[in-house]
């Protein structure tokens, strides 16, 4: 198959380009600006997934579309905002695949994304998830937890505090649950369900096998490293929710009261997806090993 992928210049995206090639499928990559030239069956086409008359004639002779495309942040000055890179971008991609006779639709959201969700991001997620739902495409959404890998923010974010300190402050009790899965498992599942009708009409939370409280998500992360558990000492939830306010400000800032409250609410799920997919995910401490050992 021939699959236009929107965001597929990102972390996720590179896994997955992978993973498709891998299986004998042939990527068109929308970019910003194209590289040096098409290499190893990868297609490259220049356009902004903001602006649908930028792009809708890559999506000609698909045979699917694959929107990959999300922030963690928003940026307004930048014009990265939640409504435009979550909502305006998933309608934009819809209509192309739709003006292109583009038949297959996958979506990728995020475990959390919900109805009457307290978030910036879930919120725009689902409302983006609507749009799928009601679009007349065979589509297919899946939503991750927490994804890993070589390139991942979070867990290189927390292996670098690691390596600059034993003492790793940690919000509130340390107890909220993370489910972290790797971005190969991810890129498989979209990969896997182009070719499985029975995933049409579906939405799957992804997951992985380990389920960790972020106290242990922590320790597990230093054991990666060879080094032993960090001193945790615990900020109560109610201070960080005067002080996220004021210092998000800052774009430097590591953490914005949505990704607080993202974080409290928990990432997990019952692994359900399993039994569609046929496989088990990697092992949390062996994929991050591959990456942080040493």
């Not at 998933?90 to 959201?109: F, H, I």
Request: one cysteine or more.
């Amino acid at each position: 198959m021939k699959i236009f992928i929107a965001g597929g210049t990102g972390f996720v995206g590179g896994h997955l380009t992978r993973e498709l090639l891998k299986q004998g499928h042939n990527p068109r990559l929308l970019v910003h600006k194209r590289g040096p030239g098409d290499k190893d069956g990868v297609e490259q086409v220049e356009g902004d997934v903001t602006r649908p008359e930028s792009f809708v004639q890559a999506l000609n002779g698909c045979d699917a579309a694959i929107n990959l495309v999300g922030i963690i942040r928003e940026f307004p000055s930048r014009g990265m905002t939640f409504e435009r890179l979550h909502v305006q971008a998933t309608a934009n991609v819809l209509a192309a695949a739709k003006q292109a006779g583009v038949g297959r639709y996958l979506q990728m959201s995020s475990l959390g994304t919900r109805p009457g969700a307290v978030s910036a991001y879930h919120k725009t997620k689902f409302r983006a998830e609507e749009l799928v739902r009601e679009s007349p495409l065979d589509w297919t959404i899946l939503r991750p937890s927490v994804v890993y890998g070589p390139r991942d923010t979070f867990v290189n974010m927390l292996s670098g505090q690691l390596r600059l300190s034993p003492v790793m402050p940690v919000i509130g009790d340390g107890r909220y649950r993370l489910q972290p899965i790797h971005a190969d498992d991810v890129a498989r599942c979209f990969a896997l369900s182009l070719e499985m009708p029975e995933t049409i009409g579906r939405c799957f939370d992804l997951c992985g096998n380990d389920r960790l409280s972020f106290d242990e998500l922590l320790d597990t992360v230093a054991a990666a490293m060879g080094k032993t558990p960090p001193f945790k000492p615990h900020v109560p939830l109610g201070l960080m929710k005067l002080i996220v306010p004021v210092m998000q400000r800052l774009p430097r800032f590591p953490l914005t009261m949505d990704q607080l409250q993202m974080l409290i609410e928990e990432s997990i799920c019952d692994g359900g997806w399993k039994q569609t997919f046929g496989f088990e995910p990697r092992g949390f401490r062996e994929g991050i090993g591959e990456y942080l050992a040493g």
